[in-house]
């Protein structure tokens, strides 16, 4: 029987449950909430399955040791105690994250500098030779985090922050995450049973992530690379295992409709779509939510189910505004009442004087974190004439258990101290986001062949991707740029894993 050990998922704050809930489902054993964590036990095989599986965690961390840090001296000693020569092979380059909040370390820059030089010093104390240190591509992530006087120095299975899933071609200025889409989508519930829209759908994320949702297609079946493919008991055959299990996934009768009143955001949300292989499940529109006006095949047969589902992420007026941002929230709130009655809609905004122009009564509301940003996520289900009539007909605008999980998120969120909370988000945002907002949409496109893996009896790469790493448009794409549905979707038009996609390769044009 495998051994099963300790580990740490990251989440955002907000995500928490939704996190415990996809660990539970995966078998994880011990599984325990906290703030923007969820600690849990397992084997190696749910190790690989969780950084495969999960939409809503961030990074997977595996503990190495816990202890007591009140100064720099403790933390240097802590770690000099630990066998490195388990973890970090000669020759190996590793890199050290910290995330910081104790009143005994102003910066958290100055514990990783401590880390490294424990482990430095190890090696050359014994070995003569000091490790080298990669920040661009180590083969050993190392985690340390601090909260108080308690520390934890970790092993990163994930590497780059599993919200690169690796299908974004482009983006728009503001993007939304995609754990935070992810999380956003299976807080509502749905899991498929009727249409999803999303009116103002930017770069196209939420539609994306509503699709490998209703389709349980895996998250990180477009990544290239995960850290723990680097450590040394890396179990290749395991892996390859999990990464070819398609018994999961299955069909999707309905469908999924992208709209934005920006052509340019239209373009990235098409050519995103086509990268994920899911044309045959999103359609991506150019129209003005005010322009909006339902669609009408939303209903199932039977009529139990709500005729659509709407989630969607208007502007703030922070990062990306609109000539007159109330006015916009108004016009949703008029859009909603009159072309979505019988449906529910789900916004996430951030400013309280924006909701209260939509002029509907929610049914919940979830506090969640948009990067630095402290958001809400409301809930609205949509009804015909007035409140009072529709409630005096039998109409139920918040269920019990719906006002339930509001008095409990409320007493959740304000348990947390706020100080705290954010510079946790500082250094969450550093360590987890932005690092990578930037550098790994650079990094994809410049993928150095030589140095990325290549498995034993595995293909070229120079077949499925350019000299500078980018997706090899001639070989995988048709003739005007577009997803060749004939090449590389199956009979029933949806996507097939086996046949069209290889990690090393991209899309197999030769599957037909």
């Given at each position: ?32 909430k ?10 190696k ?97 190392l ?35 995609e754990?935070l ?44 690379q ?54 045959a ?18 209903t199932?047969?039977d ?46 905004s ?10 509907l ?24 004439g ?33 100080d ?13 986001i ?9 990094r ?20 499925g991707?350019?000299?500078d ?44």
């Amino acid at each position: 029987m495998a051994q099963a050990f300790e580990m740490i998922a990251k989440t955002f704050m907000g995500l928490e449950d939704i996190l415990a809930e996809e660990l539970t489902a995966l078998g994880a054993s011990d599984v325990e909430k906290g703030c923007r964590v969820v600690t849990f036990r397992g084997d190696k095989a749910l190790m690989y399955r969780a950084n495969f599986v999960l939409r809503t965690a961030i990074r997977i961390l595996k503990p190495i040791k816990h202890f007591t840090a009140r100064s720099a001296d403790e933390v240097y000693d802590a770690i000099m105690k630990i066998d490195w020569s388990e973890y970090i092979s000669e020759g190996k380059a590793f890199t050290v994250d910290s995330v910081v909040y104790s009143e005994s370390f102003s910066n958290s820059r100055f514990v990783t500098y401590k880390v490294k030089d424990a482990i430095v010093d190890q090696f050359r104390e014994r070995t003569g030779k000091r490790p080298n240190i990669s920040v661009s591509d180590p083969d050993i992530r190392l985690n340390i985090h601090i909260s108080g006087e308690d520390a934890t120095v970790s092993l990163d299975s994930s590497g780059e922050s599993l919200h690169r899933r690796g299908y974004r071609q482009e983006q728009v200025e503001a993007p939304l995450n995609e754990v935070l889409a992810a999380g956003m989508i299976l807080m509502t519930g749905w899991r498929g049973e009727s249409d999803f829209i999303d009116p103002m759908c930017g770069s196209g994320t939420l539609p994306i992530e509503a699709a490998l949702i209703a389709r349980n297609i895996a998250p990180g079946v477009f990544r290239k690379q995960y850290a723990f493919e680097k450590w040394a008991d890396f179990d290749e055959e395991l892996f390859d295992e999990i990464y070819n299990d398609d018994s999961q996934e299955k069909s999707f009768s309905h469908h999924i409709y992208g709209y934005d009143i920006d052509y340019k955001a239209v373009n990235m949300a098409t050519n995103n779509v086509k990268a994920a292989g899911l044309s045959a499940d999103v359609t991506i529109a150019q129209q003005d939510f005010q322009d909006f006006q339902g669609i009408e095949n939303g209903t199932d047969p039977d009529g139990d189910a709500p005729k659509a589902l709407m989630v969607t992420n208007p502007p703030y007026g922070e990062r990306i505004s609109t000539a007159n941002l109330l006015e916009t929230y108004k016009m949703i709130g008029e859009r909603l009442k009159h072309a979505f009655q019988g449906g529910v809609a789900w916004v996430l905004s951030y400013k309280e004087e924006c909701f209260q122009q939509i002029g509907l009564k929610p049914s919940l509301k979830v506090p969640l974190y948009n990067g630095s940003l402290e958001c809400e996520y409301r809930k609205y289900s949509i009804f015909g004439g007035k409140l009072r009539e529709f409630r005096e007909e039998g109409g139920i605008v918040k269920t019990e258990a719906e006002k339930r999980k509001m008095a409990e998120k409320r007493r959740s969120w304000q348990k947390h101290d706020y100080d705290k909370k954010r510079e946790e988000r500082a250094n969450n945002e550093e360590a987890d986001i932005l690092s990578f907002r930037f550098k790994s949409l650079e990094r994809e496109r410049s993928f150095d062949r030589k140095k990325g893996f290549s498995r034993d009896g595995g293909s070229d790469r120079k077949k499925g991707f350019n000299r500078d790493g980018g997706f090899d448009r001639k070989k995988n794409f048709s003739r005007d740029g577009g997803f060749d549905r004939k090449k590389n979707f199956s009979r029933d038009g949806g996507f097939d894993r086996k046949k069209d996609f290889d990690r090393n390769r991209g899309f197999d044009n030769d599957s037909d």
